[in-house]
């Protein structure tokens, strides 16, 4: 299993432009979130997921849309670039029907470091 | 409110000694999670333990164990005989709700540990 896997490992931006930021996992995890990182503020949980078709807001959602069409792929969307969303994201994913245990621990993707000029 | 509280910024630890990273929490939920992650310099998050509010007995992993205080809301990290590969920054973070169908981590801001030879 590759596990979570993220696309781009890094990225540059301009203000004003859009891209996305790929996420997908191979281990038919149903939850799949998306997090910022900045330095001295930990992780911050921007969009989640609890399976396909099913998305909502986390705790810094601004600027930021995602969608989840199936089990396996969470993308990211910046839809205007500021240099306020220069940080690192982690896309995370838990929680399988089939390997339920008793604490069901969140698995991160290595991350993509996007600056924005 | 902090839901999630690190006092310590950085530690410095001499190797082979025992080292306590501290983590305090909030919540007025019954049921909830708390985890801790190891963040090393390639920035990768890897899961290390978890506690859960119902659970007996404090969690232990190997080299790590959790001092679990309920009635005063810490969950401290507790890392025995330490090695100069647990140099990194190690993050508390908790789930409130139950074990399945709320997946949202909240992180506290960190603690560098550096382990000196």
């Known amino acids: 299993n590759a596990g979570v896997t993220q696309t781009p490992k890094f990225q540059v931006l301009k203000t004003g432009q859009s891209m996305t930021l790929q996420c997908a996992q191979d281990?038919?995890?149903?939850?799949m979130s998306w997090y910022r990182q900045d330095p001295g503020m930990g992780l911050r949980l921007i969009h989640y997921s609890v399976g396909a078709g099913i998305t909502d807001q986390g705790e810094v959602p601004n600027g930021y849309n995602v969608s989840r069409s199936t089990t396996e792929d969470f993308p990211l969307r910046l839809l205007s670039a500021a240099p306020s969303q220069t940080s690192v994201y982690f896309c995370?994913?838990?929680?399988?029907?089939?390997?339920?245990?008793?604490?069901?621990?969140?698995?991160f993707g290595p991350g993509t470091r996007l600056t924005v000029l | 409110a902090q839901k999630i509280t690190q006092t310590q910024p950085g530690m410095f630890v001499q190797e082979k000694e025992a080292v306590t990273l501290d983590c305090t929490y909030d919540t007025s939920d019954p049921s909830y999670g708390l985890f801790w992650y190891k963040q090393p310099s390639s920035g990768e998050m890897i899961f290390l333990i978890y506690q859960g509010s119902y659970d007996q007995q404090n969690a232990t992993e190997g080299r790590y164990s959790l001092n679990f205080q309920k009635a005063r809301k810490s969950a401290n990290l507790v890392i025995s005989a330490s090695q100069l590969g647990d140099s990194a920054m190690y993050f508390c973070a908790m789930r409130e709700g139950p074990n399945f169908g709320n997946e949202k981590l909240t992180f506290g801001t960190g603690t560098r540990l550096t382990i000196i030879p």
């Open positions: 281990m038919n995890h149903e939850y």
């Open positions: 995370a994913s838990s929680f399988s029907p089939s390997t339920r245990n008793s604490y069901n621990e969140q698995f």
